[in-house]
């Protein structure tokens, strides 16, 4: 439950950001047909708001599996790297040619434990033959 409100404050801020911009951009548009100035605090106003809202989208992008993960942090690395920072992979899946997955504890990665996330409390890495890890994703244990 923690998890889905976190997002649900993040996705109802970029709302609210995206609708003051759109306000101060009409309002500017109003004082520019009535050949007024527009005023630095309407523009101010708008550059910070573009500026928040692409910082948000940025941080949903990354972290679009796990609130506290930045999945890009994995995604693109080696296996074997992730390997001796964590130490502790619960599981390691290898086949045949050499691609797989590897599974971690959320908890090994943030340091804190979300209570009542049992949805999201192992982190998937699958990589490829390479050992490069080309999808990340939360999910239950294997077998839950």
Same mark, same amino acid.
């Given at each position: 439950?923690?998890t !889905?409100? $976190?997002?649900i %404050?993040v996705?109802?801020?970029? !709302?609210? $950001? %995206?609708?003051?911009?759109?306000?101060? $951009?009409?309002?500017?548009?109003?004082?520019?047909?009535? /050949? *007024?100035?527009?005023?630095?605090?309407?523009?101010?106003?708008?550059?910070?708001?573009?500026?928040?809202?692409?910082?948000?989208?940025?941080?949903?992008?990354?972290?679009?599996?796990?609130?506290?993960?930045?999945?890009? !942090?994995?995604?693109?690395?080696?296996?074997?790297?992730?390997? /001796?920072k964590y *130490?502790?992979?619960d599981?390691?899946f290898?086949?045949?040619?050499?691609s797989?997955?590897?599974?971690?504890?959320?908890? /090994?990665?943030?340091?804190? *434990?979300?209570?009542?996330?049992?949805d999201?409390? %192992?982190?998937?890495?699958?990589?490829? =033959?390479?050992? =490069? $890890?080309?999808?990340?994703?939360?999910?239950?244990? !294997?077998?839950?």
């Open positions: 439950m923690e !889905a409100m $976190i997002y %404050f996705y109802a801020l970029l !709302a609210v $950001i %995206f609708i003051s911009v759109i306000t101060l $951009i009409v309002v500017m548009v109003l004082n520019i047909k009535k /050949q *007024k100035k527009v005023g630095k605090n309407i523009r101010n106003g708008i550059i910070v708001g573009i500026v928040l809202g692409c910082m948000l989208t940025i941080w949903i992008s990354s972290h679009k599996s796990y609130p506290l993960i930045n999945d890009w !942090a994995f995604l693109g690395k080696n296996i074997s790297k992730i390997e /001796q *130490k502790m992979i599981c390691n290898t086949s045949e040619d050499g797989g997955y590897a599974v971690l504890k959320t908890e /090994q990665i943030t340091g804190t *434990k979300m209570y009542g996330s049992g999201y409390s %192992f982190y998937y890495m699958k990589f490829d =033959k390479n050992g =490069k $890890i080309i999808k990340v994703y939360c999910g239950r244990p !294997a077998g839950g």
